[in-house]
Each structure stands twice: as structure tokens, then as C-alpha cells.
């Protein structure tokens, strides 16, 4: 059995929780925090059998596509300002943060 945790940006959550559980895959849903960004996620957690995570990778894939996207830059407060850009940046964003770990036990009640 594996547990995978895939964060995902906020936009790709619904279509990803969708998918899922058109597919037949129960999953966790946790709110979460990007560092970089501080933009919103969403951290799910599926458990299933080793011969799924193929497919619950799939499924993944296809629902969580990365885009750029213009972010508004943060003034530094008391930091350098040499190092600030006063204009928007192009980053890219979305896509998924997989893990997937073994799980030794698991037990339901």
C-alpha cells in the first residue's frame, strides 16, 4: 500500500477532486500555504494499493497542469531594496508536488 500526497494549486483542486472521485479513488483534502508565493494549495492524501498509483498518477497529471502567471512583487520592509523589482514577474505556477511513501500498516474504524 502507498499514501500519495500531491499539493496542488487552489484553481486545480476541484478538477482534480472531480477526477478522482469519478475514478473510483477517496482522497483527503487539506488546505496549505506555497512558501514562495504564499499563494493558496490544497494537499491531498490518497492511499491505495501499489497497483493504482500509476494510475492515481495519471490522473494527476491530467488534471493539475502548470501556467505562467504576472506576480505582483513585495515591497522589502527593512530588507535590501537593491534587490527589489518594482514591476510584475512571470513565474510559473500550478502543476503538482508529488510524494508518494510505503505505508507499513493501515487500519480503518
Known amino acids: 500500500m502507498k499514501l ?3 499539493v496542488v494549486q487552489d484553481k486545480d483542486s476541484n478538477k482534480l477532486s472531480d477526477a ?3 475514478a473510483d479513488y477517496r482522497a483527503t483534502k487539506l488546505a496549505s500555504t506555497g512558501g ?3 499563494a493558496g494549495n490544497t494537499t491531498f492524501l ?3 494499493e501499489d497497483k493504482n498509483v500509476k494510475d492515481v498518477m495519471g490522473i494527476i497529471k491530467a488534471n493539475c ?3 505562467d502567471q504576472l506576480v505582483a512583487p513585495i515591497s522589502p520592509m ?3 531594496a537593491d534587490s ?4 510584475p514577474v512571470e513565474v510559473q505556477v500550478g502543476g503538482a508536488t508529488v510524494f508518494v511513501l510505503p505505508v507499513e500498516q493501515f487500519e480503518q474504524f
Open 4 to 6: 500519495i500526497m500531491a
Open 20 to 22: 478522482l472521485i469519478k
Open 36 to 38: 514562495f508565493l504564499k
Open 46 to 48: 490518497i492511499g491505495t
Open 65 to 67: 497542469q502548470s501556467r
Open 78 to 80: 527593512g530588507g535590501n
Open 84 to 87: 527589489y523589482v518594482p514591476y
